[in-house]
């Protein structure tokens, strides 16, 4: 076996955007303490804020077509045969990891996913179970695949490296919209239900944000500019109107699928993503309120 087989080293984390953000952490982690090269292999669209990291010297980059039933069988025995020898990491532990994992031709670590107790904790809500969480962040997890003795988290941090361009653009950003060199970006959204804010957490956020006088706000749909003031408000009568009528409608003992055919249709023409995200709002709202 030669050095590049064992200094080097497959990671698989297909997504979503955050989570493979986080295996940065991991990999410049593993870079400094063992000196080790990576291959990531991820979904096409995530694989961007990976691209100037020295320590990826490949990121397999796969499209719908390539994770398709059979054509993944195809696609990871043509992978395993590539990176023969070289240890795979799997940090995702999903059907397609363990398919890849099977075909492999060399040693196979996975990371300690937790599910079970993260379901457990879903249902029970135990105080023993949300410590042991909370001590086992996402890039500890990351960090089980390999590690003994698991390092602490802020040893883990992500990072992503710029371009020349990139940083050119993020200078002329901060100076057309006035940011000093303190200014915080905050992207507390996650697709996953389990994974995102409860709707009290949002009222909160806008009234701290609002409380802070934040002079600037970037949002991750629309114009860059926006009022503040008229933003906040409009978040906040949305939030609260989805809110109190799901609460009314939960009380009439009302199912789902009537929330999501009569609250909020005046919103409409208020909200440009309306009809993408307004009934999976209602979905998100409507389990949180149920079991109070």
Known sequence: MNLYETQHKIIFRLSALGDLVLTTGIMEFWAKKYGWTFTVITKKQYAAPLESNPHITEIISLDKDDLGDIAWIVKAGEIATRYAGCELIDL?????????????????????????????????????????????????????????????????????????????????????????????????????????????????????????????????????????????????????????????????????????ESIGLNETAKWQMFSHYHKRNISYIFAELEWE
């Open 92 to 260: 995702h532990s999903t059907l397609r990891s363990r398919i890849l994992a099977i075909r492999w031709r060399g040693p196979v670590s996975r990371y300690k996913k937790l599910s079970v107790e993260r379901r457990l904790f879903k249902l029970t809500r135990s105080e023993s179970l949300e410590k042991k969480l909370e001590d086992t962040r996402v890039t500890v997890r990351d960090a089980s695949a390999i590690e003994k003795e698991l390092p602490d988290s802020k040893e883990l941090l992500p990072r992503i490296y710029l371009t020349g361009a990139e940083k050119s653009e993020a200078s002329s950003l901060r100076n057309d919209q006035n940011l000093d060199k303190n200014f915080i970006a905050l992207h507390p959204y996650a697709t996953h239900p389990d994974k995102s804010w409860p709707r009290d957490y949002w009222l909160d956020l806008i009234k701290k944000l609002d409380d802070k006088s934040i002079k600037n706000i970037i949002p991750g749909h629309g114009p860059l500019k926006i009022n503040w003031d008229e933003a906040a408000n409009d978040q906040i009568r949305y939030l609260t109107l989805l809110r109190d009528d799901i609460r009314t409608n939960i009380s009439t003992d009302a199912d789902l699928t009537a929330a999501m």
